[in-house]
Nanobody
Framework: QVQLVESGGGLVQAGGSLRLSCAAS????????MGWFRQAPGKEREFVAV????????AYADSVKGRFSISRDNAKNTVSLQMNSLKPEDTAVYYC??????????????????WGQGTQVTVSS
């Protein structure tokens, strides 16, 4: 099992930036695809971005493409989400997640088995 702890959330004005970080421990971080998901009040949890175990492959939700960037540092067991040009509709709790299967790349929520506690991102208009 892997333990995930997110940080970096907060309140920001529309057009601003935030950087979320997720620290992982407990198993071989560098062999698992990592993802960021978010959940707004009254809505289902949704995919935001994913990065392969090596960092060579990434995927983004259409709603954040061109504004958000996912990266990872396997030496430090961390994955980050740089969020630029934030919009009020980006307001949500953001979750870091680890894929269930080693060496497997996908972006379906049900494929991710370990989750952090979440960090709140609030974008004011």
């Amino acid at each position: 099992q892997v333990q995930l702890v997110e940080s970096g959330g907060g309140l920001v004005q529309a057009g601003g930036s935030l950087r979320l970080s997720c620290a992982a421990s407990g198993r071989t971080f560098s062999t698992y695809t990592m993802g960021w998901f978010r959940q707004a009040p009254g809505k289902e949890r949704e995919f935001v971005a994913v990065i392969s175990e090596s960092g060579s492959r990434t995927a983004y939700a259409d709603s954040v493409k061109g504004r958000f960037s996912i990266s990872r540092d396997n030496a430090k067991n961390t994955v980050s989400l740089q969020m630029n040009s934030l919009k009020p509709e980006d307001t949500a709790v953001y979750y870091c997640a680890s894929h269930r299967r080693r060496w497997y790349f996908s972006l379906e929520l049900q494929d991710f088995g370990s989750w952090g506690q979440g960090t709140q991102v609030t974008v004011s208009s």
